[in-house]
């Protein structure tokens, strides 16, 4: 098995949309051979284009226009972007639509953001609990002080 069968897919998915430049193709090229991890890759850069509609200047910003729980878990997400005649429809697994809410969190205060995009805790323990999966498959279960309060701060940022 090769060491990039080790990687959680989940704690990569987290990862590539919080931070994506953390895992560069160039980098961990062997990583990137694999089929799963090209399409986690590609689910990502979605993902972050969803991030981006929503983080966008008010006039430019997606508005929800609905979303459904699935009965197998996830949501169906639709919005859409007025000034831009956008209309999307996402189908979105738990984790995707939590790792989404945990990036648009992120965002300062003052931004308005419809409910159904704002982060609940589950969300927050499910983007946490694969992150913190990443971390042991690479050896970074002991980081000092300093580095795990840094790693703590890029993702609660004004929490010290």
Not at 18 to 34: Q, W
Request: hydrophobic content about 45%.
């Amino acid at each position: 098995m090769s060491p990039a069968a080790d990687v959680d897919r989940d704690a990569l998915l987290c990862a590539l949309v919080l931070a994506p430049g953390t895992f560069a193709r160039n980098r961990f090229f062997a990583l990137f051979t694999e089929m799963w991890a090209r399409r986690t890759r590609s689910r990502a850069a979605q993902l972050r284009t969803i991030v981006r509609h929503f983080s966008a200047q008010q006039k430019l910003r997606a508005v929800v226009r609905d979303m459904v729980s699935r009965d197998e878990g996830g949501v169906v997400l639709r919005y859409g972007v007025s000034h831009l005649a956008l209309e999307r429809t996402a189908m979105l697994e738990s984790l995707e639509i939590a790792v989404i809410r945990f990036a648009l969190s992120r965002r300062p205060a003052s931004d308005e953001i419809h409910e159904a995009m704002r982060l609940t805790e589950d969300d927050r323990w499910l983007v946490e609990g694969a992150l913190a999966k990443l971390g042991r498959r690479l050896g970074l279960d002991d980081l000092g002080t300093a580095a795990s309060e840094t790693f703590r701060s890029t993702l609660n940022p004004g929490e010290t």
